[in-house]
């Protein structure tokens, strides 16, 4: 079974697609880690990430398994990836691999915003995570917080609104509902309430 899960920044889906991949016992791709971490490597190489041809060498001989998540979990390396994420060849690059991941016996999880609609259109569930940008950006300083990070929660607010508009109106796979994707507002749920929630939609599209 795929589980394709797809919504905007700090809507809740990374957590919701940790959960039911533990659930499940599947497999799991955070699909922002491969931009987060393409886009690491072209500041760490001191490259432009305007630079289509440069970013998207990086995509094509990029190493996922050595991703290092810590690294890459800042505001900072969200908004780089979501500015990389637009140039469609970065997008066509990192591809396969995720198809490849989707495709493993057995099944898996994927969280991203192009999953339902692109990566794997034919996965069995597919859910849009959403929840209001207050909530979102509250959620974010929680985190940020916790990882000891400096918070500024008007400009987490302002950096979501602009990570929601460049991924919503890029050309390229931008982020939108799939029309066979079920649409959970998660903005008045804890995880385990979001979670009780996606189980429910589960049993009912897959019988699991
Ligand atoms: O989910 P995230 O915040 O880690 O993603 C970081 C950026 O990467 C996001 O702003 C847009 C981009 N992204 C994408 O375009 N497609 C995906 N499947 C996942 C992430």
């Known amino acids: 079974m795929i589980i394709a899960i797809d919504g905007p920044a700090a809507s809740g889906k990374g957590t919701l697609a940790r959960r039911l991949a533990q659930h499940f016992g599947l497999p799991h791709l955070d699909t922002g880690m491969l931009y987060r971490g393409v886009a ?22 990029f190493e ?6 810590d690294r890459l979990r ?12 637009a ?16 495709q493993q016996p057995g099944g898996a999880v994927l969280d991203g915003r192009d999953i339902g609609t ?7 569930v597919k ?16 985190e940020l917080t ?19 508009e460049r991924d919503s109106h890029r050309s390229s796979a931008p982020l939108m509902i799939a029309s066979d994707a079920v649409l959970l507002d998660t903005s008045s749920f804890d995880v385990a309430g979001m979670v ?3 189980l429910a939609i589960i049993a009912e599209k897959a019988g699991r």
Request: net charge negative; glycine share 4%.
């Open 64 to 69: 996922p398994q050595l991703v290092d998540e």
């Open 146 to 164: 916790g990882r000891g990070e400096p918070v500024d929660t008007a400009a987490i607010l302002a950096d979501i609104r602009l990570r929601d």
């Open 40 to 61: 690491r490597q072209m500041l760490d190489e001191g490259l432009r990430l305007d630079n289509i041809d440069a970013a998207t060498s990086v995509a094509l001989s």
């Open 87 to 102: 140039h469609p060849p970065v997008r066509s690059a990192l591809l396969a691999l995720q198809r490849a991941f989707a």
């Open 127 to 142: 859910l849009f995570v959403t929840a209001t940008p207050e909530v979102r950006a509250e959620r974010r300083a929680l």
């Open 74 to 85: 800042g505001r900072e390396m969200g908004e780089a990836a979501s500015v990389i994420a």
């Open 196 to 198: 009780a929630a996606a």
């Open 118 to 124: 692109v990566i794997c259109p034919q996965a069995a």
